[in-house]
Structure formats: C-alpha cells, structure tokens
C-alpha cells in the first residue's frame, strides 16, 4: 500500500505538524517566555484554551490512527541538532549587524560602528561557541 519513500514523506510531515502541536498544547497550556528582546503575551481565554487542547486531541487521534495503519517511525529529534541548526542559522542574521553591512540602509556613524561592532563580534564568537561544543556533543565550558 506504502512505498518507503511515501512512509518517509508522510512520517516527515506529521512529525513536524506533531511539534507545531506541542507548541501550541504549551501555549494552551499557559507558555509565555520573556527574556531580554522577545516576549510572548498569552492572551488565549480559558474556553480558547479549552477548544485549542481538544482540538489538538482531535489532530493526535487521526496521526496515531496513520501511524498505525501506515507503520510510521516517529521522528526523533536530538535536542543538540536542534540547538546546533538554530544557532548555525542565526550567524548571518547576526552578522549583517556588523556596521559595514547597516550601511546598506543609510550612513552609520563612527559611535556607532565603535559601540555595535565589537558587540556584535562578541555575540557571534558566542554562537560559533555554543555551536562548536553542542555540535561536537562536548562537555566544554561555554
């Protein structure tokens, strides 16, 4: 009924939508994060959360359903990967902070490029750090 590389396919996209779940279960949940330049504000109501958490239900009872007719792994994400690709992907957001890159929207001034600059390096070194040691799985003090 199945070929692998359907099997794989439909695994894949159920997986992902799976995690999108789990996102949303922990706002239903009451997830706010707030830290230094990122906030969420949950403002679902109770009956919001309430039908968010059925219908979630809902979506898993049709995945588990497929998983069993169509005998599909569930997808195993090691944490570090996922630490490693977000902090891989952020170095170029970071680095078009460098003062030799904001002039692409209009002139920066020498304060500026003398504050900005070596921040911005200090993060980036940061990143390839963090990136460094998870992806290696290593135990080295960030």
């Not at 504000?41 to 995945?63: E, K, S, W, Y």
């Not at 921040?119 to 135990?139: E, W």
Request: aromatic share 6%.
């Amino acid at each position: 009924m199945i070929n692998e590389n359907q099997r794989r396919s439909i695994a894949t996209a159920l997986g992902l939508l799976d995690e999108t779940l789990c996102l949303f279960e922990a706002y239903a949940n009451g997830r706010e994060v707030r830290s230094v330049c990122y906030e969420e504000q949950n403002r679902l109501t109770a009956r919001q959360r309430r039908d968010l958490l059925r219908v979630i239900g809902r979506f898993r009872a049709v995945m588990e359903e497929m998983k069993q007719a169509m005998n599909l792994p569930s997808t195993v994400v090691d944490v570090r990967q996922r630490i490693w690709g977000h902090a891989a992907g952020f170095w170029e957001v970071l680095a078009e902070l460098d003062s030799k890159r904001l002039r692409a929207y209009g002139p920066v001034s020498s304060d500026l490029a003398a504050y900005l600059d070596p921040r911005v390096q200090r993060l980036l070194d940061d990143l390839m750090r963090l990136s460094t040691t998870i992806g290696r799985g290593g135990a080295e003090e960030l």
